[in-house]
């Protein structure tokens, strides 16, 4: 499973999770990719999530983002940050009744898309929006 670290606190069930860097010209590359982590994961009865989505234009909106992703053998494959990070995109469904076949637990989930922002008017250098840690190769590898 991945995990997921919000300004420095820990959310738990996250369930699937994907890191996106990809430019909207489709001419050229922009200057500055957009760069974005996609994440689902079960209904959280904190409200931290829905405040940074609620939260005016202000520092109060943006939050330091960690998302680990790992292999099957469970060690890490890469550390991915987002210093500056907004909520870009909130979604809380209810869909009651059965999820997964056999499963009479029904889905509570949100949908969440944390979009990485620079705070200030300078030159994207390739780590100012998002940065990417190497993680440890699987036991497997040879």
């Known amino acids: 499973m991945p995990h997921l670290t919000v300004a420095g606190k820990e959310i738990q069930g996250v369930i699937e999770a994907h890191v996106e860097i990809f430019h909207?010209?489709?001419n050229a590359p922009d200057p500055v990719p957009t760069m974005?982590?996609?994440v689902k994961l079960r209904l959280q009865y904190e409200d931290q999530l829905p405040l940074l989505a609620l939260a005016k234009q202000s520092p109060q909106r943006f939050a330091k983002v960690e998302l680990k992703i790992f292999h099957?053998?469970?060690t890490v494959a890469h550390t991915w940050t987002?210093?500056?990070a907004f909520i870009a995109f909130y979604d809380?469904?209810?869909h009651p009744g059965t999820d997964v076949a056999g499963?009479?637990?029904g889905g509570y989930f949100t949908d969440i898309t944390f979009r990485g922002h620079m705070p200030e008017s300078k030159d994207y250098d390739g780590t100012n929006v998002m940065t990417c840690k190497a993680g440890e190769p699987p036991k497997t590898a040879s």
């Open 24 to 26: 909207r010209n489709p």
């Open 36 to 38: 974005q982590f996609k």
């Open 72 to 74: 099957r053998e469970a």
């Open 82 to 84: 987002i210093p500056n």
């Open 92 to 94: 809380e469904t209810e």
């Open 103 to 105: 499963s009479s637990e």
